[in-house]
């Protein structure tokens, strides 16, 4: 278990360190550090997901789809924080022994371009990695991007962190150990899927499939990424989530101070 604790914590802080930009905010095309530029993104409880738009027709799926995330970028614009509870990410999951005999599922929508994948795959997990966002709270948190074939098509936890190998454990005991470590302790375990609305979840494993219904894993920690779209909007009626929350990116004061902080690490 240490062995797998140590790898995915030097996965983070390798791999998730770094934003790329391509030209146009940067004039070459350039690398930043995720902590140097990092302005808090607004995230906010959401307790109806559909009530303002999913009674009318729209047509096909992919003009509903459009008219969905349209409709969702004018509500999130019309909100104020003052009217809905702003989430800490600190706060995203119940106290720790609070319901931690029942899986804890966390929808996080946001429409395209708000930042719920940088938030998510790398902040969030390089925070961890760094002992500085739920340390406390879980033994592992593992990332994956449900655009990824390896990801859907995982059949178990190993493969999910990427495979057995790139975590060291090569030897059947040491795996085991780690299998029933999740099986006794699955409140310690943070799983964080990006990109629900980028495939079909009939196309992933069952194993996913399973894991995204909460229906495997009973008891872990489990987010889920999505842009607002029909077939989330389904997933939420058949199996209802503990938490569904908003990510509206930046607050307008913020914007100013995210581009300046970009645009300083270009002249240093």
């Known amino acids: 278990m240490e062995r797998a604790y140590k790898t995915l914590q030097r996965r983070y802080r390798r791999d998730t360190s770094q934003l790329h930009y391509g030209k146009g905010l940067t004039e070459t095309g350039e690398t930043r550090k995720v902590g140097d530029v990092f302005v808090r993104l607004m995230v906010l409880e959401r307790s109806e997901l559909k009530s303002a738009f999913r009674d009318s027709n729209f047509g096909t799926a992919a003009e509903a789809n459009r008219r969905i995330e349209h409709v969702f970028n004018e509500l999130a614009r019309r909100t104020s924080a003052g009217t809905r509870r702003t989430v800490e990410l600190s706060q995203l999951f119940p106290e720790s022994g609070s319901s931690d005999n029942g899986s804890v599922r966390i929808l996080l929508l946001a429409s395209a371009g708000c930042g719920k994948t940088t938030l998510m795959m790398k902040f969030c997990p390089l925070m961890w990695a760094n002992n500085e966002l739920w340390s406390d709270r879980f033994d592992l948190v593992i990332c994956g991007e449900l655009r990824n074939a390896e990801i859907r098509g995982a059949s178990g936890l190993g493969d999910l962190m990427g495979g057995w190998s790139r975590l060291g454990v090569e030897s059947t005991d040491e795996r085991q150990r780690i299998v029933d470590f999740v099986a006794d302790n699955p409140h310690r375990i943070c799983v964080i899927l990006d990109g629900l609305d980028e495939t079909k979840l009939q196309t992933c494993s069952s194993y996913v499939q399973a894991l995204v219904r909460g229906e495997e894993l009973s008891g872990i920690r489990l987010v889920l990424t999505s842009r607002p779209c029909d077939d989330v909007f389904n997933l939420c ?14 607050l307008p004061k913020d914007v100013e101070v995210y581009v300046k902080r970009v645009l300083d690490e270009q002249k240093a």
């Open 237 to 250: 009626e058949a199996y209802p989530f503990s938490k569904r929350v908003e990510l509206i990116g930046f």
